[in-house]
């Protein structure tokens, strides 16, 4: 999309004031502190950060990868209640609760993610609970409960964490259990009757028996109604939990379970209507979280996993690792696509899926050397049905149902490799060889009549637009290389190329009466990724400023495509693009005082499709479309500036912070609409107090200050229209259907915690 003049150079100013303020820090922070910096000689600088990204424990200023990481302590203070909250802070990251829902997360970075969160269809960002995948976006906006701390990996990670991780990966790493007697309770109070309360505890039952768990129920009305009926939207009503055991065999050998769980019953989420409805005549609501609807509101979303992980320290050089793990999940929503109430387009579905995976890893350090490797497999099946229910046509109605089961077997073996040839100089070479195999069944039909699956109404079959199976199998290797150069013992160059693999896959909503080639499996997404970055410390190490350029090049592009046809709904999956994306990243925080600290991010992504080869199920025919295409969820600019202010008196210590977060355009699907989103900023503070024991905590977090509207998604099931934007006929359904989902308003709410 081409901007107007005055937004570019918006934009460069932006850019370049931003590197500038980053770069100048130093000097303004070292004359304005000089004699503090001078009269305080025991100061020990910033944090040092540990992460696992190489799946081993580095400081994250060696790790030639970028990635971002937050401990409990970071989340506490910025009161963040789930993962979404990240994306303010997270160069080229995109972490969102998807349209229509209230769990199912849509993660992209660097552009690559999963807009379709349809059974079947593989995410770009991995998601990891410790060491384990989780292979399904429902249920996994996960929420801050007793965790460790919480990393986030930019760019392909095909060798460690192999497929579906082309965009990176995020990993939740929960509390370690350590013998220690600890409880602590947390009580949360806030506006729109916000209630939560979170326990957690552990406790030694041996002198090599650990156990521990940790419960929250998270409670909240709604931030607006649905208008006929009087039913609360975007409420939520939440409980979550686990429970784990560690047992210390012997002294090389331990053995960890988990098991968590997760329920959500927050009503399904309505959305806001920009146009007037071609049924009713509605106009848009004065507020965008007032909607109405045509279905019950009732919506459950369940998960849960087990996992258990056996270390045997082998000897001072050899250790090894099992992960064995299994999940499940249960999804049933409707949603009321026109919210209108009068029912033009209504979507029950029901999602059930189950994996099953298990990892054996071996890992070696001795001198110079270190190296992990392993073998993984995963097993997984996905089933669901949705109906499509369009009450107004024909006098009686008619409805599409889409259903079927994929399931997926995937095999790797994996190994990385990373040697010093000096004390400076160090590169790592590493590979993952994967073998996928899929094989699905997809049963699509239309019905004279209004039905809502198994649940209620009745209608007589009209046709069977899809009846079959599929299967196929893919095999890829994945390389990887990078090394590092140590300018100096706190400044790090890197440079590395990481080849990433998106699993391949069959279309469940496919309409072989529309496009006969959407029964054809799709195949794997890949891409290329060069990385030169810097990582440095400076000023008695009170700065740490790391810094990352990348150019990424995909070929197979999948681009899920969904447009509305007389029959209904036409989709496809398509290895349709070929596209270059490139960019920068820049993290920043300076300990300006030794009691505070301000830091700084930006990310620019830069991202173009080469080449687009789409179907038009309308015209029935292929061109190409790169010209009119822009990537989906990826603004160009994100840039975050914030503080941290710590005091201790005779009362406790007391920490003030605050930032602001900037998103420049989004746009919402792969062509432009009316849901695409402008440039807006957000502000939000916290005040937090510790007692002088440590036993005592209170939080008043204010988000959104500016009460901002902002919208994350949408459907676009527009009706046709002339040049000028005039509408020339029905839509789908007799209705106009261009509704979106919004960001949080201003919200304000204590928390108060007891620890020991």
Same mark, same amino acid.
């Given at each position: 999309?081409?901007?107007?003049?005055?937004?570019?150079?918006?934009?460069?100013?932006?850019?370049?004031?931003?590197?500038?303020?980053?770069?100048?820090?130093?000097?303004?922070?070292?004359?304005?502190?000089?004699?503090?910096?001078?009269?305080?000689?025991?100061?020990?600088?910033?944090?040092?950060? @540990?992460?696992? #990204?190489?799946?081993? /424990? $580095?400081?994250? =200023?060696?790790? %030639?990868?970028?990635?971002?990481?937050? &401990?409990? *302590?970071?989340?506490? @203070?910025?009161? #963040?209640?789930?993962? /979404? $909250?990240?994306? =303010?802070?997270? %160069?080229?990251?995109?972490?969102?609760? &998807?349209? *229509?829902?209230?769990?199912?997360?849509? #993660?992209?970075?660097?552009?690559?993610?999963? =807009?379709?969160?349809?059974?079947?269809?593989?995410?770009?960002?991995?998601?990891?609970?410790?060491?384990?995948?989780?292979?399904?976006?429902?249920?996994?906006?996960?929420?801050?409960?007793?965790?460790?701390?919480?990393?986030?990996?930019?760019?392909?990670?095909?060798?460690?964490?192999?497929?579906?991780?082309?965009?990176?990966?995020?990993?939740?790493?929960?509390?370690?259990?350590?013998?220690?007697?600890?409880?602590?309770?947390?009580?949360?109070?806030?506006?729109?009757?916000?209630?939560?309360?979170?326990?957690?505890?552990?406790?030694?039952?041996?002198?090599?028996?650990?156990?521990?768990?940790?419960?929250?129920?998270?409670?909240?009305?709604?931030?607006?109604?649905?208008?006929?009926?009087?039913?609360?939207?975007?409420?939520?009503?939440?409980?979550?939990?686990?429970?784990?055991?560690?047992?210390?065999?012997?002294?090389?050998?331990?053995?960890?379970?988990?098991?968590?769980?997760?329920?959500?019953?927050?009503?399904?989420?309505?959305?806001?209507?920009?146009?007037?409805?071609?049924?009713?005549?509605?106009?848009?609501?004065?507020?965008?979280?007032?909607?109405?609807?045509?279905?019950?509101?009732?919506?459950?979303?369940?998960?849960?996993?087990?996992?258990?992980?056996?270390?045997?320290?082998?000897?001072?050089?050899?250790?090894?690792?099992?992960?064995?793990?299994?999940?499940?999940?249960?999804?049933?929503?409707?949603?009321?696509?026109?919210?209108?109430?009068?029912?033009?387009?209504?979507?029950?579905?029901?999602?059930?899926?189950?994996?099953?995976?298990?990892?054996?890893?071996?890992?070696?350090?001795?001198?110079?050397?270190?190296?992990?490797?392993?073998?993984?497999?995963?097993?997984?099946?996905?089933?669901?049905?949705?109906?499509?229910?369009?009450?107004?046509?024909?006098?009686?109605?008619?409805?599409?149902?889409?259903?079927?089961?994929?399931?997926?077997?995937?095999?790797?073996?994996?190994?990385?490799?990373?040697?010093?040839?000096?004390?400076?100089?160090?590169?790592?070479?590493?590979?993952?060889?994967?073998?996928?195999?899929?094989?699905?069944?997809?049963?699509?039909?239309?019905?004279?009549?209004?039905?809502?699956?198994?649940?209620?109404?009745?209608?007589?079959?009209?046709?069977?637009?899809?009846?079959?199976?599929?299967?196929?199998?893919?095999?890829?290797?994945?390389?990887?290389?990078?090394?590092?150069?140590?300018?100096?013992?706190?400044?790090?160059?890197?440079?590395?190329?990481?080849?990433?693999?998106?699993?391949?896959?069959?279309?469940?909503?496919?309409?072989?009466?529309?496009?006969?080639?959407?029964?054809?499996?799709?195949?794997?997404?890949?891409?290329?990724?060069?990385?030169?970055?810097?990582?440095?410390?400076?000023?008695?190490?009170?700065?740490?400023?790391?810094?990352?350029?990348?150019?990424?090049?995909?070929?197979?592009?999948?681009?899920?495509?969904?447009?509305?046809?007389?029959?209904?709904?036409?989709?496809?999956?398509?290895?349709?693009?070929?596209?270059?994306?490139?960019?920068?990243?820049?993290?920043?925080?300076?300990?300006?005082?030794?009691?505070?600290?301000?830091?700084?991010?930006?990310?620019?992504?830069?991202?173009?499709?080469?080449?687009?080869?789409?179907?038009?199920?309308?015209?029935?025919?292929?061109?190409?479309?790169?010209?009119?295409?822009?990537?989906?969820?990826?603004?160009?600019?994100?840039?975050?500036?914030?503080?941290?202010?710590?005091?201790?008196?005779?009362?406790?210590?007391?920490?003030?912070?605050?930032?602001?977060?900037?998103?420049?355009?989004?746009?919402?699907?792969?062509?432009?609409?009316?849901?695409?989103?402008?440039?807006?900023?957000?502000?939000?503070?916290?005040?937090?107090?510790?007692?002088?024991?440590?036993?005592?905590?209170?939080?008043?977090?204010?988000?959104?200050?500016?009460?901002?509207?902002?919208?994350?998604?949408?459907?676009?099931?527009?009706?046709?229209?002339?040049?000028?934007?005039?509408?020339?006929?029905?839509?789908?359904?007799?209705?106009?259907?261009?509704?979106?989902?919004?960001?949080?308003?201003?919200?304000?709410?204590?928390?108060?915690?007891?620890?020991?």
């Amino acid at each position: 999309m081409s901007q107007p003049k005055h937004t570019q150079t918006f934009r460069h100013s932006l850019v370049a004031m931003a590197i500038a303020s980053v770069v100048a820090m130093p000097a303004v922070a070292q004359e304005a502190n000089a004699d503090n910096a001078q009269a305080n000689d025991d100061y020990k600088g910033l944090e040092r950060i @540990e992460v696992t #990204a190489r799946r081993r /424990t $580095e400081s994250i =200023q060696e790790v %030639p990868v970028s990635v971002s990481s937050f &401990s409990a *302590g970071d989340l506490a @203070e910025i009161g #963040a209640e789930d993962i /979404t $909250e990240l994306q =303010q802070r997270i %160069p080229n990251t995109t972490l969102q609760v &998807s349209r *229509g829902t209230n769990s199912t997360l849509t #993660a992209y970075i660097r552009g690559v993610g999963q =807009q379709d969160p349809l059974w079947g269809f593989e995410p770009g960002v991995g998601i990891y609970i410790d060491d384990v995948y989780v292979a399904r976006p429902q249920g996994a906006v996960l929420e801050v409960l007793d965790l460790e701390r919480i990393e986030v990996l930019r760019g392909p990670q095909g060798t460690l964490y192999g497929k579906n991780t082309i965009g990176g990966a995020l990993k939740y790493v929960t509390k370690e259990l350590t013998g220690y007697d600890e409880f602590s309770v947390e009580g949360t109070v806030g506006t729109y009757g916000q209630k939560d309360l979170k326990l957690s505890g552990q406790t030694a039952l041996s002198d090599n028996f650990f156990v521990g768990g940790a419960l929250a129920t998270l409670n909240r009305d709604g931030f607006g109604e649905f208008v006929n009926t009087g039913d609360e939207n975007y409420n939520k009503e939440l409980m979550t939990g686990r429970v784990s055991a560690k047992w210390l065999v012997s002294d090389d050998v331990s053995a960890k379970f988990m098991y968590d769980k997760t329920k959500d019953d927050s009503n399904s989420k309505g959305g806001y209507r920009l146009t007037s409805s071609q049924l009713t005549g509605q106009e848009p609501y004065q507020s965008v979280y007032d909607s109405n609807t045509a279905m019950p509101v009732e919506n459950l979303v369940e998960t849960e996993g087990y996992s258990l992980t056996i270390d045997w320290d082998i000897n001072e050089n050899w250790a090894f690792k099992s992960v064995t793990a299994a999940r499940e999940g249960y999804t049933m929503t409707n949603i009321d696509f026109d919210s209108t109430g009068a029912g033009a387009l209504l979507v029950p579905a029901d999602y059930e899926d189950e994996q099953t995976t298990q990892e054996f890893q071996l890992s070696y350090a001795k001198d110079r050397t270190t190296f992990v490797g392993g073998v993984y497999y995963y097993d997984g099946e996905a089933c669901g049905i949705f109906g499509t229910v369009l009450p107004q046509l024909l006098g009686v109605g008619l409805t599409i149902d889409n259903g079927g089961c994929v399931d997926t077997k995937s095999t790797a073996l994996y190994g990385q490799i990373n040697y010093d040839m000096t004390d400076n100089f160090s590169f790592t070479v590493g590979g993952r060889y994967t073998e996928d195999e899929k094989s699905a069944n997809v049963l699509r039909q239309t019905f004279l009549g209004v039905k809502f699956l198994d649940r209620s109404g009745a209608a007589t079959l009209l046709s069977t637009n899809s009846d079959f199976s599929a299967e196929e199998k893919w095999t890829h290797f994945s390389p990887h290389a990078s090394m590092r150069y140590r300018i100096t013992d706190d400044t790090m160059v890197y440079g590395s190329y990481s080849n990433g693999f998106k699993s391949g896959g069959i279309d469940m909503r496919a309409d072989a009466s529309l496009n006969p080639d959407a029964v054809n499996p799709y195949d794997p997404e890949i891409v290329d990724t060069y990385e030169a970055g810097i990582k440095t410390e400076f000023w008695d190490d009170r700065i740490r400023l790391n810094a990352a350029w990348f150019l990424s090049n995909y070929s197979d592009m999948q681009v899920t495509v969904q447009r509305a046809v007389p029959a209904g709904v036409a989709s496809q999956v398509l290895n349709a693009a070929e596209a270059t994306v490139y960019g920068f990243e820049i993290e920043a925080v300076a300990a300006v005082t030794d009691s505070l600290n301000v830091t700084a991010m930006m990310g620019n992504v830069n991202a173009a499709f080469d080449s687009v080869r789409f179907f038009d199920p309308v015209a029935q025919e292929t061109t190409d479309v790169s010209d009119l295409w822009s990537f989906a969820n990826t603004p160009e600019l994100v840039a975050n500036l914030g503080f941290n202010q710590s005091l201790e008196n005779e009362y406790g210590q007391w920490v003030w912070s605050g930032n602001m977060a900037y998103r420049s355009e989004t746009q919402i699907f792969e062509v432009p609409s009316m849901l695409d989103m402008g440039g807006y900023s957000l502000f939000n503070t916290s005040l937090m107090w510790y007692s002088n024991d440590g036993n005592w905590s209170a939080g008043l977090h204010v988000k959104n200050i500016g009460n901002k509207v902002y919208r994350l998604a949408g459907y676009n099931f527009a009706a046709p229209r002339d040049a000028n934007g005039n509408r020339t006929g029905p839509g789908l359904g007799g209705e106009d259907t261009i509704v979106g989902y919004y960001g949080d308003p201003r919200t304000v709410s204590l928390t108060v915690g007891y620890r020991f």
